[in-house]
């Protein structure tokens, strides 16, 4: 009597059946295939170059045209995906995203040799994304996606001290980018001395900020920071110098006596003002009064007028016994220029040759004056 016949296990029934599917795909349904990239993920820095991979094997069974077709994946799911490039009918099209136009390009001249890589020139930020490589020749149709990450280097890296530079005093020394993708980090070093940092600093990688506790003279130094990121770094420096505490009160003195001494020279300038402006004032109303009370000059001849009307009268009412102090006093002193005085022994009056002519000019009446001879009486 013959043995049963053992069945197989499930599990080995399983790998026959995988093994059998293996053979019959490699023999009988072979199509073309994308190789698998080495990496998916790419970080560039902005302003270089990056070529993701898309290299395939064509089957003899896909008879179909050669496509390749670059697009850009959205990170929204509601917006339809961006074509960059594309190969079909032995033509390049490289039109349809304007943000890369002259920035891009397929790695080989002959995409259909095989390899399908695209070429990113002058990378930019905004060019960050999902890429997606799609191979078609019918009935075969494979692709491949690829992350890109554009990165800014640090830049314009600012380095500052915030605080008192004091023995005993806390002191910060701060460092800052400008620019430059996140995540940055900062590290700050000692350039001259020790070349290490105080026992009594702190630091913070992520602010960038080094504070350094009850500072010394021997914390003096030039220190550095450099910061940097994934692609890049970038780096400042600053100079700290501890010094002893200054004198603070004789600071506040002495700008109480400058307040002091400014505050007197402006309150001098102002008297000087003052002072001059009452002067002027002063001088003219003076001025002014002594116009108001002078009176106008008179003429010459109405001086001389009046001066002979006064006479003439005077010496009209004089009688022989008034006259005698009249007599005593000589003509000669009337002040004017027409009248003409006698030299020598003859002092008298000659009112026929000088005084008639010119007091008949100037509107007088001619008076007659008694003669006086020589002992004093009256002819």
């Known amino acids: 009597m013959e043995p049963p016949l053992s069945l197989p296990s499930p599990s080995l029934a399983v ?11 490699a023999g009988l349904t072979r199509s073309l295939s994308i190789t ?15 070529t993701l991979p898309c290299t395939f094997v064509l089957s003899d069974e896909d008879e179909g045209p050669l496509d390749i077709e670059w697009v850009l994946i959205p990170t929204d799911n509601q917006k339809k995906e961006q074509i960059i490039i ?20 397929f790695t080989s001249a002959d995409p259909k040799s095989g390899d399908g890589s695209l070429d ?40 500052s001290i915030e605080g008192s530079q004091e023995i005993g005093k806390d002191v910060t020394l701060k460092c800052a980018s400008q620019e430059g993708s996140p995540l940055l980090s900062y590290d700050w070093r000692r350039v001259s001395g020790t070349q290490e940092l105080p026992a009594t600093s702190t630091l913070n990688r992520n602010t960038g900020e080094l504070l350094l506790k ?44 400058g307040t002091l001494l400014g505050l007197s020279l402006l309150a001098f300038l102002v008297f000087c003002c003052c002072k001059k402006h009452r002067e002027k004032k ?7 009064d002594i116009r108001e ?22 010496l009209g009412s004089m009688s022989p016994s008034n006259m005698e102090g009249y007599t005593k ?23 026929s040759k000088v005084a008639a002519p010119n007091l008949s000019r100037m509107g007088a009446v001619p008076v007659m004056i008694p003669a006086q001879s020589k002992d004093g009486s009256i002819v």
């Open 293 to 314: 009370d002078v009176p106008p000059p008179k003429s010459r001849s109405s001086t001389a007028r009046s001066y002979i009307g006064s006479n003439r009268s005077s």
């Open 36 to 50: 698998p990239a080495d990496q998916s993920m790419f970080e560039k820095a902005e302003g270089e170059k990056v």
């Open 329 to 351: 006093t000589p003509y000669s002193q009337v002040p004017s220029e027409d009248f003409e005085h006698t030299s020598g022994q003859n002092q008298t009056f000659a009112s």
């Open 86 to 105: 594309m190969y079909a009918v032995d033509r390049i099209y490289n039109h349809y995203y304007a943000a890369m136009t002259g920035r891009m390009q």
């Open 120 to 159: 990113i020139l002058n990378l930019k930020s905004s060019d960050t994304g999902t890429y997606q490589c799609k191979v078609k020749k019918a009935p075969g149709v494979q692709s491949q996606k690829i992350q890109l990450t554009v990165l800014v280097k640090p830049a314009r890296t600012k380095c």
């Open 214 to 257: 009850n500072a010394s003279q021997e914390y003096s130094g030039v220190y550095s920071c450099v910061a940097s990121n994934r692609v890049g770094v970038d780096e400042c420096s600053v100079e700290l110098n501890v010094t002893p505490p200054i004198n603070t009160a004789g600071i506040i003195a002495g700008a109480i006596v």
């Open 282 to 288: 002063y001088e003219k109303e003076v001025h002014h």
């Open 15 to 25: 790998l026959l059946l995988l093994a059998l599917a293996l053979l019959g795909s």
